[in-house]
């Protein structure tokens, strides 16, 4: 059935009723501690490509500059 698309609450509702929408935003309900899970599972999973791609580019940087070490050593 499709998501109903509600600038005011700036984010895509699975509710049909934009009236109910609209009164449940006025009156601060739905925006709960995970209102949107979507959106924070993409958030952590961003965090944690970034934190992968970080320790990888580290390690390799490391092994890189031990391995010039080592072989200034010969």
């Known amino acids: 059935m499709g998501k109903v698309d509600n600038a005011r609450l700036e984010r895509r509702t699975a509710l049909r009723n934009a ?5 449940m935003a006025q009156q601060g309900l739905g925006r709960g501690i995970a ?3 979507h959106e924070a599972r ?3 999973q961003r965090l944690v ?9 580290g390690a390799v ?8 070490r080592a072989l200034s050593l010969f």
């Open 19 to 23: 009236q109910f929408v609209s009164f």
């Open 61 to 68: 940087a490391w092994v890189g500059l031990e391995s010039a």
């Open 42 to 44: 993409l958030r952590r």
């Open 49 to 57: 490509r970034f934190v992968v791609a970080a320790s990888v580019g």
């Open 35 to 37: 209102s949107d899970r």
